[in-house]
């Protein structure tokens, strides 16, 4: 039964009423929508809660193939699309960063890399952040160790292996990722994937080889010059 008030309104004050209740329930499911969209985005960042790192979340993209790509794209173009990124690693699992829980959660997490019949050469690479309770040879030993025991032809090859784990510990938390092109794409930096072979000659002398060294090196003077050959045919 309608009250007293309600009796007394006239049809067209009534569906004034109810178009306003529809529009704030509208609203209101227009504002939760919202919401839901913006913890569900493509992309968010993450507070990482260590100094000059930043995480960012991702739905529905694999992180591996994601930061493959881009590096990729970088070493081909040899185009600098960043100034203030140094490096992006994928992280495709975490645990607590405590030996026996990265024991247990790696026996499951190696296992579409190197559980038989998958297999491949591998090497880790470890760091450590605001964490000081673990040890990176113990690390890095105890995870090889359960990489082998998945599949005992996979192979340690530390100069160009198939397979790096990266291990980065951030306070109490172990982030993990297997990665490929590690070597190649400069370990995953994204300042040095771009430059080319030239720019590492010239920043790194010492791996020209000794012909090449002495086309570089020339006497400033003709004493020096004369004194050079003379030199070159003592030796000879």
Not at 30 to 56: D, M, P, W
Request: net charge neutral; charged share 35%.
């Amino acid at each position: 039964k309608f009250s007293d008030h309600e009796e007394q309104l006239s049809g067209s004050e009534r569906e004034e009423d109810e178009d306003d209740v529809e529009a704030a329930l509208k609203k209101e499911v227009g504002q939760i929508r919202a919401s839901t969209e913006q913890k569900l985005r493509r992309f968010q960042s993450v507070e990482s809660g260590a100094n000059n790192v930043v995480f960012i979340r991702t739905r529905g993209i694999e992180p591996e193939n994601l930061v493959h790509h881009i590096l990729k794209d970088m070493h081909t173009t040899k185009k600098k699309k960043t100034r203030v990124i140094l490096r992006m690693l994928p992280i495709s699992g975490t645990c607590k960063a405590f030996m026996e829980d990265m024991k247990k959660y790696t026996e499951t997490f190696f296992e579409p890399w190197f559980k038989a019949p998958n297999k491949g050469t591998f090497q880790i690479v470890y760091k450590a952040r605001n964490n000081s309770h673990m040890s990176r040879e113990e690390v890095i030993k105890e995870l090889a160790g359960i990489v082998g025991s998945l599949n005992p032809e996979n192979k340690v090859d530390l100069n160009n292996p198939q397979y790096t784990v990266v291990v980065e510990i951030i306070k109490s938390v172990c982030c993990l990722s297997v990665v490929k092109d590690y070597v190649l794409f400069r370990k995953y930096n994204l300042q040095e994937v771009v430059k080319s072979n030239k720019d590492d000659t010239q920043q790194n002398p010492s791996s020209l080889t000794g012909e090449q060294n002495s086309k570089v090196v020339k006497p400033e003077t003709e004493e020096e010059e004369k004194s050079s050959k003379e030199v070159k045919q003592e030796n000879e």
